[in-house]
């Protein structure tokens, strides 16, 4: 049987992948001198592909899977099955957004306002679409890269992705509309789609990558309590679900074991040992399956 032919994806998610995989339970070894990581499961074959570019591959089976933006599939317009999203980013779990921007000081407060304008993007494509959305008729150039500094110079404005806005800021320009919003995908090839086993194994590799990302941001909370106190304890607890309780040998305690956002710990941790908890253990997470 031939590995599985997957596409990571090279530059800016690449490290968020290889992190990725490593908590879904893979490891992957990247050498900077080759586009072909390691990995240890012999029924994966990786290549590091640019995301741009990804689509392209699956739908031509030169890849039998991989991982891109949304975004890439669309601007392609490859014909791939999209099998899950992967909620997932460079620096967040929030989705990536293309943005309509112009200078601070540029007199652009919608889209119409750029009537006859020239306009520098790498998604020529989505943009032509949300022009035509808007009755705009603007010029779209291709940007080869480093968009933000186009303007004003060579465009009146850019479509460019970003995640928290920042090196727009940096770079002095303002956002006027977000064209698309964007979310990390895993695509197959319809004839992998097709075949029992690429498909039987694209679906476990797609269960505990989701698995993986349900567990960001979370932690497990166990602890110990007298039952006198176990309501007190239940009302400050919040839980992905109902918490486990289990009896200990002693019968007047219990134990309990949930799921909450670690974000919350802080303030948690000191309500539980109010309400009379014991023992309060935090552990963190790889995968939540649900």
């Not at 039998?64 to 999209?82: C, K, N, P, S």
Request: include cysteine.
């Amino acid at each position: 049987m031939k590995p599985l032919r997957l596409g990571l994806p090279k530059g800016s998610l690449q490290d968020a992948t290889v992190q990725l995989f490593a908590r879904a339970g893979w490891r992957i070894t990247v050498n900077s001198r080759s586009y072909y990581p390691a990995i240890d499961d012999p029924e994966i074959s990786c290549m590091l592909v640019r995301a741009q570019e990804m689509a392209r591959y699956v739908e031509t089976g030169a890849l039998d899977a991989g991982i891109t933006g949304r975004d890439w599939v669309l601007e392609t317009g490859a014909d791939v099955v999209e099998v899950a999203e992967l909620p997932y980013a460079k620096q967040s779990l929030a989705p990536v957004r293309w943005v309509l921007a112009v200078p601070e000081e540029a007199p652009v407060h919608s889209p119409r306002d750029l009537e006859g304008k020239t306009i520098a993007t790498e998604v020529v494509s989505i943009t032509k679409k949300y022009l035509a959305l808007h009755g705009v008729n603007a010029r779209v150039e291709f940007s080869w890269g480093a968009t933000e500094v186009k303007v004003p110079q060579l465009a009146d404005a850019i479509v460019e992705v970003t995640e928290t806005g920042s090196s727009l800021r940096a770079h002095r320009l303002r956002i006027v509309d977000t064209v698309l919003e964007s979310r990390t995908v895993f695509i197959a090839n319809r004839a992998a789609s097709a075949d029992a086993w690429s498909a039987e194994k694209i679906s476990h590799l797609v269960l505990l990558l989701q698995g993986a990302i349900s567990a960001y941001n979370k932690v497990g909370i166990m602890l110990n309590v007298r039952r006198e106190n176990l309501n007190r304890v239940l009302e400050a607890l919040p839980a992905l679900k109902n918490p486990t309780i289990s009896t200990l040998s002693d019968p007047d305690w219990v134990a309990i074991n949930t799921i909450v956002d670690e974000d919350v710990v802080r303030q948690l941790i000191p309500r539980l040992k109010a309400a009379q908890a014991q023992g309060i253990v935090e552990y963190p997470l790889n995968k939540i399956v649900l």
